[in-house]
């Protein structure tokens, strides 16, 4: 390989008058921010030396030629949602953005195909597809903020995979700009092509190594007139995986097979046990649990706090865009994300679907408290939340009204609003519910006249009550008291992160969370 050779003022000057002086950035705030694509290890990042943003494949060649000229590298760059360091500058030189070629020149109808710019985001296309009537195929997890141009060029799978096939398959035609400049058009818009070169398909999953894709010719389907949802659940994860090639066989053709690992919801004890041969107590591993969450990837893996929220992140994200908004067809994504994070920010807290929409209006927003019912079902059936109803002790019956809701992991919340110790409290609460359910306990908000208490853990004729904290507090007996007012002799727990409250006040056990999830007793 030839030595690059750095970019100079002369080739600024050059790329300037090309572009225009507005779409040539070298400034340090630009140049950092396109360092790296979503890859978080710092050992892959490198800085560009400028970034520029052509507006027209003429502009692109251009872009090429100059760079041609003073011998400088290029890397082509779409959205940048990939984790494959295919968009980082490994030896500098140029990164050429394709944002501005965003338009979506042609949807035809007839012929059933559309003609679209590197830059178009994906879900524009799907949704400009789906309001003709067709099914734009392409559908990778981060349909949302990806661009085209990246999914053409590196070949992307996605959800619909399995029925359709990867990004190459729903391709007629491209537009590149090659490695000298020149632009070729390859492929044609026909069903059957038996003659040349499959040039196109070469170039498709290249990941710019062969030409800049700056256009594209896409397939459209018909919409399918029906559509079915089926949800199987197995005990023995070899028994799911085993499954498909039998679908397979049998003659369906399914549009998407996923495969569900709901371990995530493990409790935080299988987590203390799993990782009890790494040397630390389990005091110090409950500690990184509440900071990290317990999503075996993260559990797995050796990652730092600002990585594993990135990686529980890219979780959430395709839960939510492609499991919850796509499946229920939700249209206004902004006002849906808002309800999740009222939840989120909520977690251990009463409130209701009419305390949402007044919360909403008062920022302006319009949404019904229907809308809210069903936003909350959808999060509960993909297993992000979990409802947690009140229990009238005396009139023993359970209530309608001011639930809680718990995350399916505490990363979920820190990902979205980064870890505030404040919240901790609230995820201990998340931490004691999840670990009750996991052993088999339907768990309650216990309302005993005026007072609240924390969980009511009922399974078969056992039964146990519980308040969390996490500091005993100093002038007040209010969460032993709340318990010794329940005159039944079910154990009676407050489970703490105090380090100096163990014991017993008149039957009330005092114990530490990381004891308390260990424990056999109950």
């Known amino acids: ?130 309001a003709a009537g067709f099914l734009y195929a392409g559908d990778p997890c981060s349909a949302d903020s990806c661009l085209i141009g990246g999914n053409i060029a590196t070949n992307a799978g996605g959800n619909k995979a399995v029925r359709y096939g990867t990004t190459r398959d729903q391709v007629y035609a491209i537009e590149a700009v090659t490695p000298t400049g020149d632009i070729v058009n390859v492929g044609a818009r026909l069903k059957k092509k038996s003659t040349g070169y499959c040039l196109e398909q070469l170039i498709m999953g290249s990941e710019g190594t062969l030409g800049i894709i700056t256009k594209a010719t896409l397939k459209l389907q018909p919409i399918p007139p029906y559509r079915f949802d089926l949800l199987a659940v197995f005990s023995d994860p070899e028994q799911a995986l085993d499954v498909v090639p039998k679908i397979m066989q049998a003659g369906i053709n399914p549009t998407s097979v996923e495969y569900m690992d709901n371990s995530y919801v493990r409790g935080t004890a299988e987590y203390l046990e799993f990782k009890k041969d790494s040397g630390r107590t389990p005091k110090e591993l409950l500690n990184e649990y509440i900071r990290m969450g317990g999503f075996p990837i993260v559990a797995l893996g050796s990652f730092d706090e600002r990585s594993s929220y990135q990686i529980v992140e890219g979780i959430y994200n395709s839960v939510i865009t492609s499991d919850i908004t796509r ?44 809308a809210v019912y069903n936003y909350l079902e959808w999060l509960e059936k993909a297993f992000v939340i979990y409802r947690c109803q009140r229990y009238d002790m005396q009139g023993k019956t359970v209530l309608k009204t001011q639930e809680k809701f718990y995350l399916a992991d505490a990363s979920l919340k820190y990902c979205m609003m ?101 424990s056999k007793e109950y």
């Open 327 to 370: 499946r229920h067809n939700i249209t206004n994504f902004d006002l849906f994300n808002r309800v999740v994070k009222y939840v989120v920010e909520n977690v251990g807290k009463t409130f209701s679907a009419n305390a949402i929409v007044k919360f909403m209006k008062g920022e302006g927003r319009s949404l019904s408290v229907e």
């Open 1 to 130: 390989m030839s030595k690059y050779e750095p970019v100079s003022a002369e080739v600024v000057a050059a790329l300037q008058t090309a572009l225009g002086a507005e779409y040539v950035r070298t400034d340090a705030e630009t140049l950092e921010k396109y360092k790296t694509d979503e890859e978080t290890d710092p050992r892959y990042h490198h800085l560009p030396e400028v970034v520029v943003w052509p507006g027209s494949t003429e502009e692109v060649a251009a872009v090429m030629k100059i760079a041609n000229q003073y011998n400088v590298p290029v890397t082509p760059r779409s959205a940048g949602t990939s984790v494959s360091c295919g968009a980082i500058p490994v030896y500098g030189g140029i990164v050429l953005l394709l944002e501005r070629m965003d338009k979506i020149e042609e949807l035809n109808t007839e012929g059933m195909y559309m003609v679209v710019e590197a830059g178009a985001r994906t879900v524009e296309i799907q949704e400009k597809a789906n």
């Open 418 to 518: 980064g870890f505030n110790p404040k919240s901790v409290a609230a995820m201990l609460e998340n931490i004691v519910y999840f670990e009750l359910r996991r052993k088999g306990y339907d768990v309650y908000i216990g309302k005993n006249a005026t007072k609240e208490i924390d969980f009511v853990a009922v399974r078969r004729d056992e039964r146990i009550y519980v308040q969390v904290c996490r500091n005993m507090p100093e002038e007040s007996d209010r969460e032993v008291a709340n318990l010794l007012e329940i005159k039944d002799h079910y154990p009676k727990y407050v489970v703490t992160m105090d380090e100096l409250a163990a014991g017993n006040i008149n039957g009330v056990k005092i114990v530490h969370l990381a004891d308390f999830l260990l």
